[in-house]
C-alpha cells in the first residue's frame, strides 16, 4: 500500500495509457483488408495447432515459427481467425508498452517513462503495425525487454539477469531471423557498466566485474543460440540461412557499390518518417539525440545506438525494405523522444511548465489522432507512406471480402458439394481464404489465373467456384458467372483491382 500510495499519480496515468492503447487498436480490429502475410501466418498455425507433426511448418519458407506458435491457443478462443492473429499483435505491442515505460523509467526517470508510453501508444507508425497479424509487433517486444535486461545486467552483473536475457533474445531470434542483431548489440549495453562509483571502487574488484560481466553476456547469448538451435528438431533447418539470399545483400555483392541500397532506403526513410512517426516525433526525437550524445548519457547512448545500429545494417544490406522491417528501431527512438520532451518542459519559460507541456501534448496529439482516427475508421484514406498504401490496400497482396466469401461457400455446402479454385498457391489466395474455410470440409484448388482442367472436371459432381483478383485473371475464360465482386482501393494512377467470385457453369 505505501508504494500504491507513494506512486498513485504514475500509476492513475499508467492505467489511462492502457486504456487509451486498447482503443487504439481493438476497434475495427478487422477492418482492414488481409495482407498476404498474416493469410500465410493464421494459415500456418491453423494446420499446426490441427496436426502435431507440423509444428515447424514455417522452417520450409524459411521462418522461424514461435509466433504462430503463440497464435494456436488464441485460435482456440477467438473464433475469427483475423481477429484472433491481429489480436496476439495488440497483445504483443502491449509488451512493448510496459518494456517502453520502465526502460524509460530505468534509463531516465518517470517523468520520460510516461512521455515515452504516451508516445509508443499514439505514435500511427505503432498503431498501424500493432493491428496486423505481422511478426514485427512480438520482435520489437523482445528487442525493448532485451535492451532493459542488458542495462540492468551491466549495471548489477547477476547470472540470474543474464539468463533471462539469454531467454528474451532468443525469444526474439524465434520470432523473426533478424532478431540476431539483438545478440551482436548486447555488448554495446557495457556502457551502462558501473565502472566509476563507490560499487566498483578499487581497480582489481572493476576488473574482476568486467570478465564476471563478460561471462554472463557468453551466458546470455548461449541461451538464446540453444534456443535456436531447438529448430534443427524440425525440418528444413537449412531453409532459415538458404533464403537470406532473397532478403539481404552480401558484402561482395556490395563491391563497387556500397551505397547502392542505402541511399534510396535513405529516400524510403524520409518519406516513411514524417508521415507515419510526424514531423513534431521527429522533431522532438531529434532534440533528445542531441541532449543525449552531448549530455554524454551513457544509459541514453545504449538506448540510441541499440535502435539506430539495427536501423543502419537495414539500410545498407536488405534487399526488399518495407517500413514494417524497421519496428524494432521505433521503441527506442520514442524513448528517447520522450527524453527530448522532458527536456523541453524544464527549460524555464515566461509561463508555467504545466502550460509547456500542455501545448506540447497538443502539438503531439493532433497528428496522431486525425491518423489513428483514419486508421480505426476508414483505413484506406489514411495518409499513409504510397508504398505501404499499394502494398496493403491496392495490390494482389491485399484481401479482400474473403470471409463474405466464404460464409456464402458454407450455404452452398449445405445445398450440394463444393470445390473452389483460387489463383495462386501460396500468399493472399488461396491463405485468406482458406483460414475461413478452416473446417468446412470444401476443397480448395490453387491454380495459375486460369481455370484448370481439374476445376472444370469437378463440374461432374459439384458446384465449383473460382476466386481471382480481378487484374491477375487471364482474359477470355469462358463458361464463368459472376457471383461476388469486392473492390479494392483505387490507385493513385486511376486503376482499380477487386477480389472476384466466379460460378464455373460450363466444362469448355
Do not use: C
Not at 448 to 453: D, F, G, P, V
Request: hydrophobic content about 50%; proline content about 5%; overall charge positive.
Amino acid at each position: 500500500m505505501k508504494i500504491i500510495s507513494q506512486y498513485k499519480l504514475e500509476i492513475l496515468a499508467f492505467f489511462l495509457l492502457i486504456v487509451l492503447y486498447f482503443l487504439l487498436r481493438v476497434p475495427n480490429l478487422t477492418l482492414q483488408p488481409i495482407f498476404a502475410d498474416e493469410a500465410i501466418y493464421i494459415r500456418w498455425a491453423q494446420v499446426m495447432r490441427a496436426e502435431s507433426t507440423l509444428r515447424f511448418l514455417p522452417l520450409f519458407d524459411g521462418k522461424t515459427p514461435l509466433f504462430m506458435w503463440s497464435m494456436m491457443p488464441v485460435l482456440k478462443f477467438i473464433e475469427d481467425p483475423l481477429f484472433a492473429g491481429r489480436f496476439l499483435s495488440v497483445v504483443s505491442g502491449f509488451m512493448s508498452l510496459v518494456g517502453v515505460i520502465v526502460l524509460g523509467w530505468k534509463v531516465f526517470g518517470k517523468k520520460v517513462a510516461l512521455w515515452a508510453g504516451f508516445l509508443y501508444v499514439i505514435t500511427p507508425y505503432i498503431v498501424f503495425f500493432d493491428r496486423m497479424a505481422l511478426v514485427d509487433s512480438m520482435l520489437a517486444a523482445f528487442t525493448v525487454w532485451a535492451i532493459y535486461f542488458a542495462i540492468w545486467l551491466s549495471q548489477t552483473v547477476r547470472l540470474d539477469l543474464s539468463m533471462i536475457l539469454g531467454f528474451i533474445l532468443g525469444g526474439g531470434i524465434l520470432t523473426k531471423t533478424p532478431g540476431m542483431i539483438n545478440l551482436l548489440l548486447v555488448p554495446v549495453s557495457f556502457l551502462a557498466f558501473r565502472d566509476g562509483g563507490a560499487r566498483f571502487a578499487k581497480r582489481e574488484n572493476r576488473g574482476h566485474k568486467l570478465v564476471k560481466l563478460m561471462i554472463f553476456w557468453a551466458v546470455a547469448i548461449g541461451i538464446a543460440l540453444v534456443a535456436y538451435n531447438l529448430l534443427r528438431l524440425g525440418p528444413n533447418f537449412h531453409q532459415l540461412s538458404a533464403r537470406n539470399a532473397d532478403y539481404v545483400f552480401s558484402p561482395l555483392e556490395l563491391i563497387g557499390r556500397p551505397l547502392d541500397p542505402f541511399i534510396p532506403h535513405l529516400r524510403d526513410i524520409s518519406d516513411w518518417f514524417p508521415k507515419l512517426l510526424s514531423w513534431p516525433v521527429l522533431l522532438i526525437g531529434g532534440i533528445g539525440v542531441i541532449r543525449v550524445i552531448g549530455e554524454r548519457n551513457r544509459l541514453g547512448l545504449v538506448v540510441l545506438l541499440w535502435g539506430l545500429i539495427p536501423l543502419l545494417l537495414e539500410m545498407a544490406f536488405l534487399r526488399p525494405f518495407t517500413a514494417r522491417y524497421l519496428l524494432a528501431s521505433i521503441p527506442p527512438f520514442l524513448v528517447i523522444a520522450g527524453y527530448g520532451i522532458e527536456k523541453i518542459s524544464s527549460i524555464k519559460y515566461q509561463v508555467s511548465s504545466k502550460i509547456v507541456k500542455m501545448v506540447v501534448l497538443v502539438i503531439l496529439l493532433i497528428p496522431a489522432l486525425n491518423f489513428n482516427y483514419l486508421l480505426l475508421t476508414d483505413p484506406q484514406k489514411a495518409p499513409l507512406p504510397r508504398a505501404e498504401r499499394i502494398g496493403y490496400f491496392e495490390e494482389w497482396t491485399a484481401g479482400y471480402g474473403f470471409k463474405e466469401i466464404a460464409e456464402y461457400l458454407v450455404e452452398r455446402k449445405k445445398q450440394t458439394n463444393v470445390v473452389v479454385g483460387t489463383e495462386g498457391y501460396f500468399g493472399t489466395l488461396p491463405d485468406g481464404l482458406q483460414i475461413y474455410l478452416d473446417k468446412a470440409g470444401i476443397p480448395i484448388i490453387g491454380s495459375h489465373a486460369t481455370i484448370s482442367a481439374q476445376l472444370r472436371e469437378a463440374l461432374k459432381d459439384n458446384e465449383v467456384y473460382f476466386v481471382a483478383n480481378r487484374s491477375r485473371l487471364m482474359e477470355h475464360q469462358s463458361g464463368l458467372e459472376l457471383i461476388m465482386e469486392f473492390p479494392k482501393v483505387k490507385s493513385l494512377d486511376g486503376q482499380q483491382d477487386a477480389i472476384q467470385l466466379f460460378r464455373i457453369i460450363s466444362q469448355k
